[in-house]
Structures are given as C-alpha cells and as structure tokens.
C-alpha cells in the first residue's frame, strides 16, 4: 500500500510467497506496504489436492482477484527450464491464475530462456503472448521474443539491480582489488547436488 494523498491516490502491493504478513518498504518519501499472501503451485492434480488440505492457501488465491496489474519476474533468470520443469511450472503456474483471474499482466526486465524442452518452450510462447507488456535485460531474451511469440509488444531493458539504490565503498589504489561472485547453485552442484548442470571442472576448486 503506498499513499499519495496530494493526488488522491492509493497502491497495494501483494507479494507471493511462503509466509503471511506485512513488510514495511521505505524508498526516498515512500512507505510502502507489502501484503505477503501465501501461494503455492495449484494448476495441476496433486496441487488441487494440497490446497484442499491448506485451505488457508485457497484463501489467499481468493484475495490475488483484487489485483489490478501482475509484476513478474520470475526470479530474474528462471523463466527457463535450465533450472529443472518444476521451477517452471511454478512460476508458470501464476501467469496462469492471473489470467484466470483477467488481471493485466507485466513481466518486469528478465531473461526468457533458453528453453531446452520443447513442451516447456510452447507453455512459455504462449504465456508469453498472453501476457500485456514484455521487458526482457538482454538481447537474447528480446530476439526470442520477437522471433517465437506473436506478441510484439516487448522491449529490451537493463537489470532491475541497477536501480536499487547503493552506498559508495572507497578502496584503496595501492594496490589491486578483486571482486568474487560466488554461486550457491553451482558450489553445492546444483539442485540434484550431484553436478546438475553438467560442468566440466570443479566449481568450488
């Protein structure tokens, strides 16, 4: 929920995850409410049943219809099946409520793909082509776009990082300074944590 009262206007935010709850988010002169609603994936049979035992879960789907505009962005870099189907599916899964639900839908800058599995490939053109406005961080993800899907409205953008805001660190020019990225996933060898994705040296070496 973010107020403006000097335009008479009100946003509220929800946010899909594991746990209820508000979070209070300060960006410049902005205090922002996030509603955190409970989802989980429900677009297939096992997943109807779970909620039937969690019907708290079937509530808060029933509080999403609220919604105006769904943001998405599924994780930056896993709208793609090169983190397993099931990664997938689920955040498929909420394209697909929202357009139950007839709700107007954004995917925020991210890369689409790649897509090694031809069925995973055909539910991601079609969600794709489904969805208002497309963003994409980099050419790739914007010339599958264009090339696949019927929906033309897509646009190439930069990283959503780089808007967030940062303190300026001072280091010292005597001497040289290196920085590390290290990857979770890849260190522990993936989610099977047996070399998932097939690399042919050893990563925390």
């Known amino acids: 929920m973010c107020k403006d009262t000097k335009n008479n206007w009100e946003l509220v935010f929800y946010h899909l995850g594991r746990t209820e709850g508000i979070d209070i988010v300060k960006i410049e002169n902005y205090t922002i409410k996030i509603k955190n609603v409970l989802y989980n994936r ?9 909620h039937l035992l969690h019907p708290k879960y079937i509530l808060s789907l029933l509080k999403l219809r609220k919604a105006d505009y769904f943001l998405d962005i599924s994780g930056g870099d896993s709208y793609s099946d090169i983190y ?25 800058p991210q890369t689409v793909g790649p897509f090694f599995d031809n069925k995973v490939k055909d539910k991601a053109i079609y969600s794709i082509d489904n969805t208002d406005c497309v963003l994409t961080r980099d ?28 303190k300026m660190k001072a280091f010292s020019d005597s001497c040289i300074n290196v920085g590390l990225n290290i990857s979770a996933l890849l260190w522990y060898g993936g989610y099977t944590r047996n070399n998932q994705f097939n690399l042919s040296v050893n990563y925390p070496e």
């Open 42 to 50: 429900w677009d297939y049979l096992k997943g109807m049943a779970w």
């Open 139 to 166: 050419r790739k993800s914007y010339d599958f776009v264009i090339n696949n899907c019927k929906n033309k409205n897509v646009s190439e953008l930069i990283d959503v990082a780089f808007f967030m805001p940062y």
């Open 84 to 108: 397993g189907k099931d990664r997938f599916y689920g955040l498929d899964s909420a394209k697909k409520l929202f357009r139950w639900y007839k709700v107007k839908q954004l995917m925020l």
